[in-house]
Every structure is written in C-alpha cells, then in structure tokens.
C-alpha cells in the first residue's frame, strides 16, 4: 500500500506546546488572582494577636469585593480549561485529516467526522462524581484558603503586600512551607482547624496551583486521545495502536520514581508496564492523571506489498501481554480502590466483571 508519513512525533510536541501555552495562562491567571486578593486583605483590620487566622468573610463589605474577584478567578479559569479541551479536540482532528488526505484525494464522508457530539458530551463527563465546573471551584476554595493563611503569617510578621505576593508565589509550588509558618506561628490547634486545607485528600494536592495545573493538563491531553480515539474507530485503514511513554518519562522516572524504592527493586512505573500495541477498540486517554504517554495509529498491512482494504496482516486483536499482566498483579489492589481508574471503566471486557459490582469508574 502507499506510504504514510504519519509524523507522529511532531504532532505530539505540537500538542504538548499548546498544553504548555493553557498552563501558561493559568500561572499568570494565578498571579492577577493572588495580587488583587492580597490588597484586599491587606485593607483588612486583621489583628493577629487575637490567635485568629485572617478570614475574607471577617469583613461583610470587604467580603463582596473578594467574592467578586474569586468568582472571576473561578470563570476565567474554567474558560481556559474549556478553550484548552475545545482547541485540542479539533487539533487532534486536523491530524486525522492530514492522514486521511494524505491516502485519499476524494475521502469517504463518514472518515472526515469531526464529533462535536461526543465532544460536548466530554466537555459535561464528571469525574469522580464532579464535573469540571464543580471541580474548578473547589481549586478555587482552596485558593482562598491559601490566600487567607498567606495573609495570616504576612500580616503578622509585618510584610508588605509585594512581600506576602512573592511568598505565595513560593507557598503555591510548596505548600508544606506554608502549613508549617502557620503551625509556628499559631500552634497545631490552629492548624488543625485548617485540617481540610492541610489534608485535603487522597489524590490531591496541598497546593490549589498543582491541582489546577494537574486537572488543566489531564483535561486537555484526555480530550486530545479521546478525538483520537474516536476517529481511529471511523477509520477502516487503522487496525490498531501503539501506545508509547514520552521523551521526558525517563527523567521522571529517575526525578521521582526510583528515590522512592532506596530499598530493593523499583517496580514497573505503570507507563512503562502498558506500553505495547492495543486492538483501537480499547480506548486509550491517559494511564493516570497527569499521563504524558501517547499513542501512534497502525496502518493496515503498511510495510507490505498488500493494500490496506485487503484482510490486514497486521492488524492488533488482542492487549499485549504485558497489559494482561499488570492486571493480573494488580487484581486485589484494583478490588480494594475506592473509585476505577478511567481507563479500566472504558475497557471493562478486558477486565474481570467482579471489579464492578458496585463500583464507580472514574
């Protein structure tokens, strides 16, 4: 059959460039958002030698204003997530286009799609029980909440607003800092009425930014293969896929995996235990949140003298072995989680019917 040149690779570093321009955004949404909240509070009577933490809703006047300018935070936050999915979903299908361009000059109707059914219905998807404006305001709860506790310790300590700014800025990437200022500065009891903020989960982060950063970024990259993922099942020349880890996985394996077994063999990062070839009827967004692998189209019967609408030599009907695996290794761990990974709840016929009974995949 004719050649393809997919560029897979190209497309990829694409995408992951836009992503990087969304998170961008964020951070400097982030900066206006903490900047305008630190001159309210700082107009604040706030005495901290009454042992209490500062709080906007302290003030009923002040209170509005600072209601105001989260809720815009809130918006516009919400607004570049939204633009990012949008923005993306269509990417992935110009990508689709050029390829099916690349074979045909008069293309069938039905291999030219571009969703925007499933694409709104991505956009209204829910996530562990949450959909992404519920999501988006508990960020920014815990925004305030950090703003709050910022001002608490720069108040008392006699900062100056631009001070308290390039602290948050630090608290943001490192909450822990910030947690443990307010528990010298006013004493575990203090702080453990700030419990939420301080243990606000299993999966989540400390720091209203990360979290932000880490839902924009899985967001994003999910809508991205899910379009993929969609269009490879209307297209009768791709027979399956392979799934591949990033450039960047083996520095973060080495970042933050491997320190975390100083003791004995690390096991397989789940990036590296699912890489191989999947039948496209399995669906692939994303192993976990955050998940930077990528998956490349198989061409039926490319490489050989056939053509592609002849019975395919290559084409992938199972999961690859290594995949089979994992699952078998980690059965018990999946039975006791409180919620399924997505990707188990979208391929359930390659997992045993025991995992959901009851269950909520996610």
């Known amino acids: 059959m004719p050649g393809l040149n997919l560029k897979a690779a190209q497309w990829e570093q694409q995408h992951k460039t836009h992503v990087e321009e969304y998170l961008r955004q964020i951070e400097a949404l982030y900066d206006v958002a903490s900047d305008e909240l630190i001159r309210l509070g700082m107009g604040y009577k706030y005495q901290p030698n009454t042992g209490r933490l500062f709080a906007f809703s302290s003030n009923k006047s002040r209170s509005k204003q600072a209601d105001a300018s989260l809720s815009s935070f809130r918006n516009k936050l919400s607004t570049i997530i939204t633009a990012g999915i949008t923005s993306e979903w269509f990417f992935a299908n110009d990508k689709n286009d050029s390829w099916v361009k690349q074979l045909f000059d008069n293309p069938k109707k039905g291999w030219m799609l571009h969703n925007l059914g499933a694409l709104e219905a991505f956009q209204r998807r ?114 399956g896929y392979e799934v591949k880890t990033s450039k960047s996985h083996v520095q973060w394996l080495a970042k933050f995996w491997y320190p975390r077994f100083k003791k004995g063999r690390a096991p397989l990062e789940i990036c590296d235990a699912m890489e191989g070839k999947y039948p496209k009827s399995f669906k692939f967004i994303g192993w976990h949140p955050n998940c930077k692998c990528y998956a490349v189209p198989i061409i039926a019967n490319e490489g050989t003298d056939r053509d592609f609408w002849e019975e395919p030599l290559n084409e992938v009907k199972d999961v690859p072995d290594n995949f089979k695996r994992w699952v078998e290794d980690n059965t018990e761990r999946i039975e006791k989680a409180k919620n399924l990974p997505y990707f188990i709840g979208e391929n359930k016929k390659h997992f045993n019917d025991s995992l959901f009974i009851n269950r909520d995949a996610v």
């Open 126 to 239: 829910t996530t562990y029980g949450h959909n992404l404006s519920e999501r988006v305001w508990s960020i920014a709860k815990q925004f305030e909440r950090h703003i709050e506790l910022s001002l608490s310790i720069g108040i008392s300590e006699g900062r100056s607003a631009a001070d308290i700014s390039r602290d948050v800025r630090v608290y943001l990437n490192e909450p822990d800092k910030l947690f443990r200022r307010v528990r010298n500065a006013f004493g575990n009891l203090t702080l453990s009425k700030v419990a939420q903020a301080y243990h606000p989960g299993q999966g989540v982060y400390r720091s209203s930014y990360q979290n932000a950063m880490r839902m924009a970024r899985t967001e994003i990259n999910s809508a991205y293969r899910e379009a993929d993922s969609i269009r490879w099942q209307q297209l009768d020349f791709i027979v």
